[in-house]
């Protein structure tokens, strides 16, 4: 485990919301991160996964089926609520607008990709700021190295899955080399540590 906790100085006010993303071997990922957060988890959790556009999609079925808190799909306008899982719809972009209002976009691809991980991690950057959690799971590809770069620069704190055991390495070791990655971890290292950094800037 690489550790280099930046933000987490007594005094800062607490983190105010996590956000995944991951790509292909993501909902696997996904499943065993979800599953360990407990009923009653003190901030929203937002994602992306990488979707097939063209088909309907049975993502929150499926995660709900190993979370213990609510999994579904985002709607524009929503209030991410704490305890709550929201998911980037196929096709869509998810911002995360001041006051923890979810917004959806129909913009430009990036990177060949909607939703995109970068858009997600800096319009969390933008909004929380130091009070934000980014992590990046297993995918192919880049997306998510820009935006947890935002993250960081605001003073948020970042996570990779270890790209040595992700399922497809692109996206947490493409994090890892743009330099804006605090925890290193083994997937099921990652929730532990979450919960950890969410509850002692609670306490």
Do not use: W
């Not at 049975?58 to 709550?84: C, F, H, S």
């Amino acid at each position: 485990m690489t550790a280099a906790v930046s933000g987490s100085e007594a005094g800062l006010p607490p983190y105010a919301i996590v956000a995944l993303a991951s790509s292909a071997g993501g909902i696997t990922a996904l499943g065993r991160v979800l599953s360990g957060f407990a009923d009653g988890f003190p901030v929203p959790v937002v994602l992306v996964q990488h979707l097939d556009r063209r088909h309907k999609t049975i993502i929150a079925e499926v995660l709900g089926r190993r979370a213990k808190l609510p999994v579904r799909l985002a709607e524009a306008g929503e209030q991410a609520k704490p305890g709550t899982v929201y998911i980037a719809p196929p096709d869509k972009h998810l911002l995360v607008e001041p006051g923890g209002r979810l917004t959806l976009s129909n913009s430009e691809l990036v990177h060949f990709l909607r939703p995109s991980a970068d858009l997600l991690f800096e319009s969390v950057a933008g909004t929380y700021a130091q009070r934000a959690i980014a992590c990046v799971l297993t995918g192919t590809g880049a997306d998510g190295a820009m935006g947890a770069s935002a993250v960081k620069s605001r003073g948020g704190t970042v996570i990779a899955q270890d790209p040595e055991t992700a399922e497809f390495r692109g996206m947490p070791e493409a994090a890892v080399e743009a330099g804006a990655v605090d925890f290193v971890l083994q997937l099921d290292e990652i929730a532990p540590v979450i919960r950890g950094l969410v509850e002692a800037r609670m306490s």
